[in-house]
């Protein structure tokens, strides 16, 4: 089991060479690229399928490393986790997600809708007492609505379903954040647990879009849009890549989705220069 392995990592002493090859995502290391500007963050946008507008976007953290080049938050996130520095890195996501989420407020059209952020927090993030008062606290400091704030988490990362969790999660509900659940469908939770998390969105996961194609359908992404309805809950489909998916989709009554067709990850300015200031929607 990964979660047990991470742990055990962890164990073996926080900042020591913990993972193979991870020896460059340690605290001093992060925290030094931290300082260097190494780390930045990408935002995609989120958009309602008919109109086409952005309702908000995710943060996605990228890491442009000295000697390693690009290296793909997929690869770095887990040895963060593993090495003890998730918490300095997902900090500063926080902040600068949250930073930048105050500043589309500002340049929004006065006659539009505000635009939301979203912020992948990791198992450990959610684990660790605090991490819903830091993202309010960020919140408060930038002046930042917490209901245009959403957190994104796993089935996985809530498998660890700790007090500490449950009590992050109220936090973060109780003054307005909504949780999403992303990867939605490739964890290994049942129907009923979902029912005793407090959730707010369902994220479709790319796997589930990507079958569809050429007339064929995608059971899994329909029963995901039936079961949001069902439960109250909002749903968004990610990695839509064609007019195929995002038509077969809208069909079926999903609202919003994400993906390439729209936009790739793109630096804040270029999200509120293609989205918020030039569009009429
Ligand atoms: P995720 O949260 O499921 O993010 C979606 C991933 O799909 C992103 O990869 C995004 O660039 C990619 N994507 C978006 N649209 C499309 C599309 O149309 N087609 C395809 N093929 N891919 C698309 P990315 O940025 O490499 O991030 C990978 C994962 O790393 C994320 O998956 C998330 O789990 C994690 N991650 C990224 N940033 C953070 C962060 O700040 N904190 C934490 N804890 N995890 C993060
Ligand atoms: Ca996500
Ligand atoms: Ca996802
Ligand atoms: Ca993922």
Not at 45 to 56: E, Q, S
Not at 114 to 140: D, H, K
Not at 150 to 171: H, P, S
Not at 176 to 197: A, C, K, N, P
Request: aromatic share 8%; glycine share 10%.
């Amino acid at each position: 089991r990964a979660g047990k392995s991470l742990f055990e990592a962890q164990r073996v002493g926080r900042g020591k060479i913990v993972t193979h090859g991870g020896y460059y995502a340690s605290p001093a290391a992060v925290r030094d690229g931290l300082r260097n500007g190494e780390f930045f963050l990408h935002f995609q946008p989120v958009v309602d399928l008919v109109t086409g507008a952005a309702i908000g976007a995710e943060a996605l953290v990228r890491w442009q490393h000295p000697t390693r080049g690009l290296v793909p938050p997929a690869e770095f996130i887990p040895l963060c986790e593993a090495s003890g520095s998730m918490e300095v890195l997902g900090h500063w996501v926080i902040r600068e997600s949250i930073a930048r989420a105050a500043d589309w407020r500002r340049l929004r059209r006065w006659d539009r809708e505000p635009v939301s952020v979203s912020i992948n927090a990791s198992a450990r993030e959610l684990a660790s007492t605090g991490y819903g008062a830091y993202v309010l606290a960020e919140c408060a400091d930038t002046g930042l609505p917490p209901g245009l704030v959403r957190i994104e988490v796993t089935e996985t990362d809530l498998g660890t379903d700790t007090a500490a969790v449950r009590a992050n999660i109220r936090i973060l509900r109780g003054a307005g954040v909504l949780i999403s659940m992303d990867d939605f469908g490739t964890g290994h939770s049942s129907l009923s647990r979902l029912t005793e998390i407090d959730l707010d969105v369902l994220k479709i996961d790319q796997s589930f879009v990507a079958v569809i194609e050429s007339g064929r359908d995608s059971p899994v992404a329909d029963l995901t849009i039936k079961l949001a309805a069902t439960l109250g809950l909002q749903v968004i489909a990610e990695g839509v890549e064609t007019e195929e998916q995002a038509e077969w989709l809208r069909q079926r009554g999903c609202s919003f989705a994400q993906g390439y067709l729209y936009s790739r990850p793109v630096p804040s300015d270029e999200f509120v220069e293609r989205f918020l200031v030039h569009r009429s929607a």
